[in-house]
């Protein structure tokens, strides 16, 4: 499929489609308006920034909330937002594309995280697997220093 221009003034992000969706705004979302709003989210990012790659290793500047994801022995996910404190290291475990959006990181220090993050009773549960950590690219390139490329 050839890619269209976006509308002219288009200023949505991923984030603004899925609202729009959740309030009844829209019932769907096209591959295009993805795809514009992708453009627009990279168009925001800094001048320069560098795009992480598998096995990058990030330092939190200050504490930071971050999203993370429960990962389950059956067909669901989970999730919700933790605190990363100051100096607590991440290491970037998968991204999609060349220049992701957001990308999917594990902790250094997993097992302390796990147990920091994720409630007692998830932990826990029979089939809870593992979790990681989700975190765009703008906040990996604002609030986390690059320690280490990826081997």
């Not at 989210?41 to 992480?52: A, C, D, I, T, Y």
């Not at 598998?54 to 605190?83: F, K, M, R």
């Not at 220049?99 to 250094?108: G, M, Q, T």
Request: aromatic residues 10%; contains cysteine; proline residues 7%.
């Amino acid at each position: 499929m050839d890619s269209l221009p976006a509308p002219s003034r288009w200023n949505k992000t991923v984030q603004d489609l899925v609202s729009e969706m959740k309030s009844g705004l829209r019932k769907s979302i096209s591959v295009q308006e993805a795809e514009w709003a992708r453009h627009y989210e990279r168009s925001l990012l800094p001048k320069g920034v560098r795009f992480p790659r598998p096995g990058d290793v990030y330092q939190a500047i200050n504490d930071v909330e971050v999203e993370y994801l429960t990962h389950w022995h059956a067909p669901c996910t989970g999730g919700g937002s933790a605190v990363l404190k100051e100096g607590e290291r991440i290491v970037v475990a998968d991204v999609y594309g060349p220049e992701p959006l957001r990308i999917y990181a594990l902790p250094e220090d997993y097992r302390q995280l796990e147990l920091r993050m994720v409630p007692q009773d998830e932990r826990m549960h029979r089939n809870y697997g593992s979790f990681s950590l989700t975190i765009s690219t703008r906040d990996l390139s604002t609030k986390f220093r690059f320690v280490a490329e990826g081997r």
